[in-house]
């Protein structure tokens, strides 16, 4: 893999900032502390994308709570838009029948790959399935899923950053930027 390019000259505008995401979060965490209270609170993580977010978002859970994860795609490299095909590269290491399933995800644009992860943990008998998305592209959405908690609703932009990348670099960046199309070209 080539090293990566400084992000400065791929980035057109910074479109959620490192200020906004932490007012944001122990928001959402104070809202889903009060929603879980006396519940057996579990979170599912969607790697890779979510693991920033979710570590945030559990240092500001302030009720018992365990976690998992999976790894699904529906993206190739330097796709802007989900392909439409579902692949779970990892499945969840405990059972979920009877918990409270919180599903962590980065963002949900067309709505496809997170009503088949749904599907899915539907599918296992939680006794309830619900979904926090740090960012919510509803301009792109085809399937119809429930949202129970958002931190921001974004336009159609290409977005890295804050756990999300750009060809697999940027996770780390502590704010989410809009891609400057005119200077990126996805790999080969």
Do not use: W
């Amino acid at each position: 893999m080539k090293a990566p390019r400084p992000y400065d000259e791929l980035l057109a505008e910074i479109l959620v900032s490192e200020e906004q995401l932490q007012k944001r979060i122990p928001e959402l965490g104070a809202q889903i502390s009060q929603d879980y209270q006396d519940k057996d609170l579990h979170l599912i993580c969607i790697l890779r994308g979510g693991v920033m977010f979710l570590t945030d978002l559990m240092r500001q859970i302030d009720i018992p709570h365990t976690v998992d994860f999976m790894a699904v795609s529906s993206y190739g490299a330097g796709a802007r838009e989900s392909s439409g095909q579902v692949r779970i590269a990892l499945d969840l290491t405990n059972d979920i029948r009877g918990r409270d399933v919180l599903l962590v995800e980065d963002i949900v644009d067309s709505g496809n790959t997170i009503a088949s992860v749904l599907e899915l943990l539907g599918a296992r008998h939680p006794n309830s399935l619900r979904v926090c998305t740090l960012l919510d592209k509803k301009v792109m959405r085809q399937a119809e899923v429930p949202i129970h908690y958002t931190g921001f609703e974004i336009p159609n932009k290409f977005v890295f950053g804050y756990g999300l990348d750009l060809d697999e670099f940027y996770r780390d960046l502590p704010f989410i930027g809009v891609v400057n199309t005119t200077k990126y070209s996805p790999p080969d």
